[in-house]
């Protein structure tokens, strides 16, 4: 038996449904095409992850004249106007791009779809993602982890398109381009568990050894590629208390509410995508929300962006000293006006016309409804750490928002660069916010 047909059968010859890729004389083992799958395409896909990242930065200080940091995640000190006018400019470029590339060309297809067999187009996908950073850049009130996704998932296809002498089968296209989608996000968030997880729970239906080893490999190569090109540093700032098995009473309070606020925000962006304005339409009216989001920064810089700044608020709130009653219900009540802001500005970008995520913006919603529970449990607790609430609500409403619990679990703890303590917790947490969620949406 030759060395090739050992190769197909180590991993399965059977073709089932699609077109496989043009076999041109000998082609080498499906091991070996795998495994060179795995290094261009995590390479390719780290690199176009930086380079997102760097072309965000320059926007943002272009524009905005404001870069996020770990440190300085609000743009509290730009100018009211620049702010206003910055995210004005966005939303209006934005929606002349979108209006253009959905009326007068070929359409980009979603992640999903291109798993599915569906082709991206080269330059429509590229000015679609480009155009998704710039929004978020200038200030819209979106996710921009779609965007390094989409641009893993092209790269994907178009790799598979060309490997012509690999020997992959023609079930290898959905592995592939979902791996290099996960990858995308991870090389982008510098968290190789996360991208894994994102292709194998949101994307992939079956999922066997070949799937998990080629998209966890692809995603830790992305990162490092990625991080090389934007640094390593954690997304988010946090504390460095160590998780007390006490804090597991706050876990069994905090995980069903987030599973309920999860359900809602994901409801509510559901409706806003299956409405999406796709017309004309969407100029007046993405520039419109692009404007409501930049008056409403003038009062609640938080809100602008992708999420980081409102979730770094909650995770850096402080116990409230004194026992006045006031003085605790002043932060909460500002954490829960952001939170509403925030997931009301996020729903009217996407029905307006956006195209965007909605995991960070999940993030800052369950940063800040983490926080103002523990702030509420903290006046009968005293020294609970805040942080540890902002970061656990995080990870349960994003776990129910997305009804992707070891992505989320995985997420919050690599861009937090959380202890292994902290699996214990988090992954209560996001089980009784997932529970929830299901229970709810198999009542509605």
Partial sequence: MTQAMQGREEFGADRRGGIDPPQVGRSLPRFWGLALSVLVLGSLVGLSSGLLALFFEWIQRTVLGFVESPGVSTPSQVPTLRRVASVLIGGLVASLIWWFLRNRTRKVPSVGQVVKGADMPVWQTV??????????????????????????????????????????????????????????????????????????????????????????????????????????????????????????????????????????????????????????????????????????????????????????????????????LVALLIPVCALLIMALAKAALTTATIRAGASGGTLTPSIALGSSLGAAMGLVVSWWFPGLPLWQCAV?????????????????????????????????????????????????????
């Fill in 127 to 324: 000015l679609h993602v480009l155009t998704q950073i710039f929004l978020v850049a200038t200030g819209g009130s979106i996710g921009r982890e779609v965007a390094p996704r989409e641009a893993g998932a092209m790269l994907g296809g178009i790799w598979w398109r060309a490997a012509s002498r690999l020997g992959l089968r023609k079930d290898d296209r959905s592995l592939l381009v979902a791996a290099a989608a996960g990858a995308g996000f991870a090389g982008i968030y510098i968290a190789p568990l996360t991208g894994t997880f994102f292709g194998i729970e949101v994307l992939l239906t079956g999922v066997d050894m070949t799937a998990v080893l080629v998209t966890l490999s692809m995603s830790c190569l992305a990162t490092l590629v990625g991080g090389s090109i934007k640094g390593f540093d954690s997304y988010y700032l946090v504390g460095h208390d160590s998780f007390s098995p006490w804090f597991m009473v706050f876990v069994l309070l905090a995980g069903p509410v987030m599973g309920l606020a999860g359900a809602g925000f994901r409801w509510l962006t559901t409706w806003a995508q299956n409405h999406r304005t796709t017309g004309p339409a969407i100029i007046w009216q993405l520039t419109g929300v692009a404007l409501l989001t930049g008056l409403v920064s003038i009062w609640m810089p938080e809100v602008m962006g992708n999420g980081r700044a409102l979730a770094q608020v909650g995770m850096s709130q402080h116990a409230v000293s004194g026992d006045s």
């Fill in 392 to 444: 656990l609500g995080a990870a349960a409403l994003l776990a129910a928002s997305q009804s992707a619990p070891l992505m989320a679990m995985s997420m919050l703890m690599e861009v937090c660069h959380l202890p292994v303590g902290g699996f214990m917790p988090l992954g209560f947490a996001v089980a009784l916010s997932v529970a929830v969620s299901r229970l709810l949406r198999k009542g509605a």
